[in-house]
């Protein structure tokens, strides 16, 4: 993305704010899909009409002209300006300017960004502090990240920020043939489903390229009884029951933990976001496992069945008890 630089430019008194916006950060809104024609389009410079805001009954002057308005079928939906990597971008003064112009009547976007190439920051109208602070020596590594609050998508629908990128789809895009059997060991999924009378879906969170992804779990009904295999039988049944009526959903709260034999399975499309399930062909084994994990779901909706709350381990054996 950034051809034959290094960091050590930065430094130079001639690399200013123009190079700024040359070298670094028109490369970063070609990839992010921000182009000079097209739905997503950059605008360089944007004037206003009438260039002050008012707060109150007080009229305050707009003393910026950011470089860059990015917009969506025309509508702004961030504003980026460009400093001299001598300048500092968290300054009071760069952060308001910046402010004033995205909350113009002329703007009225709700996020703002501001990139001296060392630093980039990324600001919501609502908060304070940046919802992202990086240094170039993070902006390849941490890419997911710059995607997931510049791109289109998430500026139209900021909600999508909060969702982890979907592990099917990442390694879908690695080249691995749908056909190729994925044998996944230790798996603890969370959330169960019935979409229909022979389908259930599951999701669990992993790790690829050290980043937490989702996964998706589509089986046939047929499995249901081998992925329930390691619970103690009344709890089982009890799972298996809370699927069978509305919500039809149940939580297994991570104690099913699974050896499983899958494939990559057709891409699915949910408004801005593609996800591809993997589709179970093979349960290896089921285990009880009650011992708390790091980062366990908290966002279970209340009327959910949840799997840990029926049932309390009696020591010293740790054998589960069943509760009403």
């Known amino acids: 993305m950034f051809t034959n630089f290094e960091p050590r430019l930065f430094d130079d008194p001639d690399f200013k704010e123009d190079a700024v ?25 944007k004037h206003l009409m009438h260039p002050y805001i008012y707060i109150g009954t007080r009229k305050h002057p707009v003393t910026i002209i950011p470089d860059y308005t990015l917009l969506h ?17 968290l300054s009071e003064a760069n952060v308001q300017q910046a402010y004033s112009y995205t909350i113009h009547p002329e703007i009225r976007c709700g996020h703002f960004a501001l990139c001296n190439g060392r630093v980039l920051a990324f600001f919501s109208v609502d908060a304070a502090k940046p919802l992202l602070l990086l240094s170039f020596e993070e902006f390849k590594s941490r890419w997911s990240d710059i995607e997931r609050h510049l791109a289109p998508k998430y500026l139209l629908e900021p909600r999508l920020r909060g969702m982890k990128p979907d592990f099917g789809f990442k390694i879908a895009q ?21 979409i229909t009378d022979s389908l259930y879906t599951a999701t669990a969170n992993c790790s690829f390229g050290e980043e937490d992804h989702c996964v998706s779990y589509d089986f046939d ?9 390691g619970l103690p039988p009344v ?25 499983l034999k899958a494939h990559l399975g057709e891409p699915v499309q949910v408004q801005h976001e593609t996800f591809i399930p993997l ?18 779901p908290t966002d279970i909706p209340p009327h959910v069945f949840r799997l840990r709350k029926a049932f309390r381990l009696v020591s010293p054996d740790d054998q589960p008890e069943c509760v009403e």
Do not use: C, W
């Open 235 to 259: 709890l089982a049944s009890r799972f298996r029951e809370a699927l069978s009526r509305a919500p039809y959903q149940a939580s297994a709260d991570l104690v099913i933990e699974l050896d």
């Open 174 to 194: 690695t080249g691995v043939a749908p056909e190729t059997d994925l044998v996944m060991l230790g798996v603890r999924l969370g959330l169960y489903a019935r």
């Open 73 to 89: 079928d025309d509508r702004p939906i961030l504003i980026l300006d460009a400093k001299s990597p001598h300048e500092n971008v």
């Open 221 to 229: 009904s047929t499995f249901l009884t081998p992925i329930l295999a």
């Open 21 to 45: 916006r040359e070298v670094i950060i028109a490369p970063m809104l070609s990839r992010l899909g921000y182009h000079p024609v097209g739905p997503d389009r950059v605008l360089r410079s």
């Open 279 to 296: 589709v179970v062909t093979e349960v290896l084994a089921s285990r009880f496992n009650p011992e708390h994990v790091e980062n366990e």
